[in-house]
């Protein structure tokens, strides 16, 4: 059984850009959530995604998007990057449909550190 | 406000020390996450605790539903125990709201 893995780790862009980052989630789960860490600042809520389709949003704009696929691993794609993008960018799976469930317990990946100049 | 407020945050003990780190939440929730970050940013989930209290090795995590407060202990600490501590709530919204974390650093 493999862990939640991201790629890529690190990542360098400019103002305007574009980009793309994925998720490949645990075996067996089908929810995918995506943080964004800003330094020395607790996850913030982007989105999640459970069989494809959305299942809650926090409060990022709409050039926050995402997807999810039939074998659940998830992308997160940011356009236009803002200087404030810079951050670690955070997914977890978990298998449960709501993740209301106490029982749902989320896995971590190790984070892609994303830099925008 | 933050819905979660840590406390404190940034903690210094020596190795052997009893520590507690606290967390309060204004939010009614289903359920409360303590969570471990190592320098490099991996996240280690710790706890899921929705009522009284749980254990595990040398960690305690306990949670007072009614004064919306929870606390996380560590016996015995040890400097590779260094590390952020976050918590994070499960609330109405299908989502995690986490606190900004408490720095622990154990000194040997």
């Known amino acids: 059984e493999t862990g939640v893995t991201q790629s890529p780790t690190h990542l360098i862009k400019t103002r305007g850009q574009q980009v793309t980052l994925r998720c490949s989630s645990q075996?067996?789960?089908?929810?995918v959530s995506w943080y964004q860490q800003a330094l020395g600042q607790g996850p913030q809520f982007i989105f999640q995604?459970?069989?494809?389709?959305?299942?809650g949003r926090g409060n990022f704009p709409p050039r926050f998007s995402g997807l999810q696929f039939p074998n659940y691993s998830s992308e997160l794609n940011v356009n236009a990057l803002e200087l404030d993008d810079s951050a670690l960018y955070l997914c977890?799976?978990?298998?449960?449909?709501?993740?209301?469930?106490?029982?749902?317990?989320?896995?971590f990946g190790p984070g892609t550190r994303l830099t925008v100049l | 406000k933050n819905e979660v407020e840590q406390s404190p945050q940034n903690l210094t003990a020596q190795e052997g020390e009893f520590i507690t780190i606290n967390c309060s939440y204004s939010?009614?929730?289903?359920?409360l996450h303590w969570l471990q970050q190592h320098p490099g940013g991996g996240i280690v989930s710790l706890f899921m605790l929705s009522s009284g209290k749980k254990k595990h090795g040398r960690l305690i995590a306990t949670i007072n539903i009614q004064e919306k407060h929870s606390s996380l202990h560590i016996t015995a600490s040890h400097p590779r125990d260094s590390a952020v501590y976050i918590c994070?709530?499960?609330?109405?919204?299908?989502?995690?709201?986490f606190g900004s974390g408490t720095q622990l650093t154990v000194l040997p």
């Open positions: 995604y459970y069989r494809e389709e959305e299942n």
């Open positions: 977890a799976s978990s298998l449960g449909g709501t993740g209301l469930s106490s029982a749902d317990t989320q896995y």
């Open positions: 994070a709530v499960l609330g109405s919204a299908r989502q995690l709201t």
């Open positions: 075996s067996g789960h089908n929810t």
């Open positions: 939010v009614g929730i289903s359920a």
